[in-house]
């Protein structure tokens, strides 16, 4: 009986745990209910008004002082047209970055004189910035090319007929709110035309669309795909435009509870773990801009919201950001993931704070930078926040929590390292999960290896984004495919895009000196490979090596490649020997090994070129420096247990 009793109270509490809260920020307040908490229009002031001088005394002058700066280089800014051309390259070139670099310029610009004119206060940039307001009300696409939709209807143009809302477009209306909340009474003073623009184009452009159609980026794709980072992204700038612009109380509530309804989207299949697929670099405008959504229905409502903070789900998300750190200048960048994301050091030290994660805060903290000369180039209301908590920010305790040991087991992903808080010594990280992952590459079972919090074996990651990055030619990128990940290659066949191509029997294994973790990657491949079983272990034993254990079962065994990546010129020094020639961070070069099987495997290395449009990120993130490790079986058996090991 009492067996039975605490078998049962076992099952009772694993089922809270796996029972996820759904409609967490919507299900709370119906429409009515939201209306009465929400502050109205007339009375809400997120942020001090241009005139009260007094308030802006409180703001970071130094910083402002900095903006201040910056705008003054763009005093006599020309704002540019951005001719069809440019947005045709997307269809007839790919490249997609000559239309973004003067539309996000322009962005910038604009902001930073918002910032200097709040600061300045003596009307000097107010001329500009309404030239800036009316060149991007003249714009026929505030979003960007890459976002059309692929159909000959298009063809790299938008149809203005029909518009849509985009990550861009989206965050273009926060940039006209704020000037118009900042200067409403001194553009009126030139002309009510300017206010009446912003409204009508925002109305068109943004608020129309949202209510009336759905955007894929709302909802589940039709594969079951669950909502990216654009959802979000797109709900916190649809949020401040519509608190800041839309004066009628019945439509200003319907549109903050339609994005509350679309953010519950994304929170509601999101991982128990807090676990961020899309990596930490798109962590900033995943789990970040949830919580920017709050913060700003908080400031919107008198902290009516605060509640979602104290959900263990978004508490773990938060997390995230420092469970997926390697070392001060590297995190985990397992699929489009860059290896050295920036870090929005305020926002997370402020998300920390409203979760009382005392190493989150820290973590802020350390990445705060007092150099700061230039705003963000997105998520334009972080920087007003992070303008009022500067006493308290740079006083903060800084540091590093560097987690000895994470285990998400919802995405699958293991981290271990050889002591907690520090880089020193073996960093070892892995993934299961499957292949139609956000920002997928066909990566399951995919490992990377840091010593010292430098790059050992590495996934390569995202290059360049072209018009072929997320098309249908996608899998035709060389390092978004498996063959150049750490993985082998299984008779000819390589690992298939999909959720039905995923990792099997996954475990951790929590050892303290040996931690770990097993799969079996064999649903990752095609049938054709003919894979009954291919089961990996990880594990790094402490302070010795990085072990990587392969135990499978063929129909057959044609032919089997190992791959693993690096940045280094490995040598074969003599058979079952890799010399790895490893460069500190203190410039001091130390060889690693690379041992296996010199009776099955034979070894050899080859340069990657990287001449292609996508490459030129490869180039930016590692330099012209990857290579590919080749371990080939020399008379492969249908099965077989192969070993290598890093040390």
């Given at each position: 009986m009492k067996y039975l009793q605490i078998t049962l109270l076992y099952l009772l509490l694993s089922f809270f745990h796996n029972t996820q809260a759904q409609d967490l920020v919507s299900g709370k307040y119906s429409k009515n209910e939201l209306s009465a908490v929400l502050i109205p229009y007339a009375e809400w002031k997120p942020f001090p008004k241009l005139e009260n001088r007094k308030a802006w005394k409180e703001a970071e002058q130094s910083l402002l002082e900095k903006y201040l700066q910056s705008a003054n280089e763009y005093i006599d800014y020309d704002w540019p047209y951005i001719p069809a051309t440019k947005s045709l390259?997307?269809?007839?070139?790919?490249?997609?970055?000559?239309?973004?670099?003067?539309?996000?310029?322009?962005?910038?610009?604009?902001?930073?004189?918002?910032?200097?004119?709040?600061?300045?206060?003596?009307?000097?940039?107010?001329?500009?910035i309404i030239n800036g307001v009316w060149s991007i009300c003249e714009e026929s696409f505030w979003g960007v090319p890459a976002h059309l939709p692929k159909t000959k209807e298009h063809s790299g143009l938008i149809d203005v007929s029909k518009p849509f809302v985009d990550l861009f477009a989206a965050e273009t209306a926060t940039y006209l709110a704020w000037a118009d909340y900042f200067f409403g009474k001194r553009f009126d003073e030139v002309s009510p035309q300017i206010r009446k623009r912003i409204r009508y184009e925002t109305q068109n452009r943004i608020f129309e669309p949202l209510?009336?159609?759905?955007?894929?980026?709302?909802?589940?794709?039709?594969?079951?795909?669950?909502?990216?980072?654009?959802?979000?992204?797109?709900?916190?700038?649809?949020?401040?435009?519509?608190?800041?612009?839309?004066?009628?109380?019945?439509?200003?509530?319907?549109?903050?509870?339609?994005?509350m309804e679309v953010l519950d989207e994304f929170l509601n299949p999101y991982p128990q773990d807090g676990g961020c697929d899309e990596g930490p670099s798109y962590w900033g405008a995943a789990a970040a801009s949830l919580y920017d959504n709050i913060s700003l229905l908080n400031l919107a409502t008198d902290e009516a919201f605060q509640y979602v903070l104290e959900d263990e789900k978004v508490k773990n998300m938060g997390k995230f950001i420092y469970r997926a750190q390697i070392s001060e200048d590297y995190f985990l960048n397992f699929a489009d993931a860059d290896p050295q994301p920036t870090m929005?050091?305020?926002?997370?030290?402020?998300?920390?704070?409203?979760?009382?994660?005392?190493?989150?805060?820290?973590?802020?903290?350390?990445?705060?930078?007092?150099?700061?000369?230039?705003?963000?180039?997105?998520?334009?209301?972080?920087?007003?926040?992070e303008l009022f908590i500067q006493d308290?920010?740079?006083?903060?305790?800084?540091?590093?929590?560097?987690?000895?040991d994470v285990w998400l087991k919802d995405i699958q992903v293991l981290v271990?390292?050889?002591?907690?808080?520090?880089?020193?010594?073996?960093?070892?990280?892995?993934?299961?999960?499957?292949?139609?992952?956000?920002?997928?590459?066909?990566?399951?079972?995919?490992?990377v290896v840091y010593y010292n919090g430098h790059p050992l074996l590495i996934d390569v990651g995202r290059g360049t984004y072209t018009r072929k990055t997320f098309s249908d030619d996608r899998y035709t990128i060389w390092y978004n495919r498996s063959d150049y990940h750490n993985l082998p290659t299984v008779n000819g066949k390589t690992q298939l895009p999909g959720s039905q191509f995923k990792a099997t029997q996954v475990s951790h294994q929590a050892k303290r000196n040996s931690p770990g973790m097993t799969l079996d990657i064999s649903r990752a491949y095609p049938d054709e490979a003919g894979i009954n079983s291919w089961k990996r272990t990880l594990t790094l034993d402490r302070g010795k090596q990085v072990t990587i254990t392969d135990d499978y079962d063929l129909t057959d065994a044609n032919h089997i490649t190992q791959h693993l990546m690096t940045i280094y010129p490995a040598v074969v020094t003599k058979p079952g020997?890799?010399?790895?020639?490893?460069?500190d961070g203190d410039g001091q070069k130390r060889d690693f090994t690379l041992t296996y099987d010199e009776k099955k495997m034979e070894a050899s290395v080859e340069k990657i070129p990287l001449t292609a449009p996508?490459?030129?990120?490869?180039?930016?993130?590692?330099?012209?420096n990857i290579y590919r490790i080749n371990l080939e079986m020399k008379n492969p058996n249908p099965k077989d247990k192969v070993k290598f090991v890093v040390k």
């Open positions: 390259l997307i269809e007839r070139t790919g490249d997609r970055d000559e239309y973004q670099a003067v539309s996000f310029e322009k962005r910038k610009v604009l902001g930073t004189m918002i910032m200097a004119e709040i600061y300045e206060n003596k009307g000097r940039f107010i001329d500009p209510m009336k159609q759905h955007h894929g980026w709302m909802s589940a794709n039709a594969n079951g795909r669950p909502p990216n980072n654009w959802n979000p992204w797109i709900c916190s700038n649809w949020i401040n435009a519509a608190l800041l612009l839309e004066n009628d109380p019945a439509k200003r509530t319907a549109l903050v509870h339609k994005a929005s050091a305020a926002m997370i030290y402020r998300y920390g704070k409203d979760i009382r994660d005392p190493d989150m805060m820290k973590f802020g903290a350390y990445y705060r930078d007092p150099e700061q000369t230039t705003l963000p180039r997105f998520h334009y209301f972080r920087n007003l926040f308290e920010f740079k006083n903060a305790e800084k540091g590093l929590p560097l987690p000895k271990a390292r050889d002591h907690e808080g520090s880089s020193d010594g073996f960093f070892l990280a892995a993934k299961g999960g499957h292949n139609d992952e956000s920002h997928n590459h066909n990566d399951i079972g995919n490992y020997t890799l010399t790895i020639p490893f460069m996508e490459d030129k990120g490869i180039i930016t993130k590692w330099g012209d």
